[in-house]
């Protein structure tokens, strides 16, 4: 935090930087370390702490949790999420250090999940100190006058990062020394950059995104170049379009791959997505409807919101009253297309999941979308005086991850 207060103070051109605590409230002192946290912030930063509503076994993916506390969250209030929405990042510094990624290619559940590399999600998350012996980072902190915590649960056997570091002394035998695990995360970043590299540039020439929330692929072209390179494609996209702020797993991906492969011409769902067949030779990623249903908000004149964490929805302060932002549905759909007030070119799989405006069951119309269109951008009659306008936030798509001293250095 300190270091990035720093490189940002040395430049003219400095972005804007935040920073967000999460208070997980898995022990009695992580609120008094949050607030720390915070007043060393003060002296530079802006700071943010953010309570982390614990659910379940906290013996069981604890700190892998944690880790994902940060998400924006579309549920509760319209209030807090415009806050939260206002504040989304566009890439996060960790302070994790060498030992961390070490720790990090050792866990078997990583592996497992996230595959050779790591997770493919939508935030950029830049780790400049990963390199870095975690002891010389201590003396540096003393040595400034610093304060830090020791986070107990690094000692604690019940957690899987605890055990491992109890196994240290025997991995140091086979040679698997922090450095040396830490020189392979090294190593496979940078393939890793340059297989994203070339999956951007398949989505660039093959994959369009619609402001509808929707996304089209040619399918010969993912079907016959390099599996990793289609899998990392078909990632972004089911990211893209699914709002999902966790990476697909891979051996699921892996499947979907496969099953595409064998019947191209059924349709799908993983990732929150639907895919499918969407005219001659190409491939239609769409937000997939779930019984449940999705999110459902109420906006008041003035306010703004993340609606299924796709979509940012604002009503404008001249609206009449107070309306609910919902799902276009089925139904809604039929409407509209009676009523004419649907483009044609516009699919029904993606019209379904747009974010409609509502007073009751009373459908007012779909929100306004005014951004240069890709592919079709929907559109329809709305009552008087009705100001809601939705920006789809997830495309087109996105560009691969940089690396941290890449992105430091500009």
């Given amino acids: 935090m300190h270091l990035a207060a720093r490189w940002r103070a040395a430049r003219k051109d400095g972005p804007a930087l935040s920073v967000f605590t999460v208070d997980h409230g898995l022990r009695p002192g992580a609120r008094d370390e949050a607030l720390m946290v915070g ?49 989304r990042p566009s890439s996060g510094r960790s302070g994790r250090d060498l030992l961390d990624a070490a720790e990090a290619r050792q866990r078997p559940r990583w592996s497992r999940r996230h595959g050779r590399d790591g997770g493919l999600g939508p935030l950029p998350l830049l780790r400049p100190l990963l390199d870095v ?79 509808a929330g929707y996304a089209v692929v040619d399918w010969t072209a993912l079907a016959t170049c390099p599996e990793e390179i289609a899998l990392r494609s078909l990632s972004r996209l089911l990211a893209s379009v699914g709002g999902s702020e966790d990476p697909v797993r891979l051996a699921k991906l892996e499947a979907l791959f496969a099953a595409l492969r064998e019947h191209p011409d059924k349709a799908h769902t993983l990732g929150r997505c639907r895919i499918a067949p969407h005219g001659e030779g190409r491939l239609g990623i769409f937000r997939e409807m779930r019984r449940d249903g999705l999110p459902v908000l109420e906006l008041h004149p003035g306010e703004g919101a993340l609606w299924d964490n ?82 789809f936030l997830r495309g087109p798509i996105r560009e691969p991850r940089r690396d941290a001293a890449a992105i430091l250095s500009r």
């Fill in 310 to 391: 796709r979509f940012r929805v604002t009503l404008g302060t001249a609206a009449p009253r107070t309306l609910t932002v919902r799902a276009l549905g089925e139904s809604g759909w039929r409407q509209l297309r009676e009523a004419e007030a649907l483009p044609d070119s516009l699919p029904r799989l993606a019209a379904r999941a747009l974010p409609a405006c509502w007073r009751g069951e009373s459908l007012l119309g779909l929100a306004d979308f005014r951004q240069a269109p890709q592919c079709s951008t929907p559109c329809s009659r709305h009552e008087a005086r009705l100001d809601c306008q939705a920006t």
């Fill in 39 to 87: 007043h060393a912030a003060a002296l530079s930063l802006p700071h943010t702490i953010l309570a982390w509503k614990n659910q379940g076994d906290v013996t069981t993916g604890v700190q892998a949790s944690a880790d994902g506390a940060l998400r924006p969250d579309d549920g509760g209030g319209g209030r807090a999420r415009h806050r939260r929405a206002r504040h």
């Fill in 133 to 211: 012996p975690k002891a010389r980072l201590v003396a540096s902190a003393e040595v400034a006058g610093l304060a830090f915590a020791v986070d107990p649960s690094n000692a604690d056997p019940r957690f899987e990062r605890a055990r491992l570091r109890g196994a240290n002394d025997a991995y140091a035998k086979l040679g698997l020394t922090p450095e040396a695990l830490a020189l392979s995360a090294r190593r496979l970043r940078r393939a890793r950059a340059a297989l994203d590299e070339a999956a951007q540039e398949l989505l660039s020439r093959h994959a369009e995104t619609s402001d």
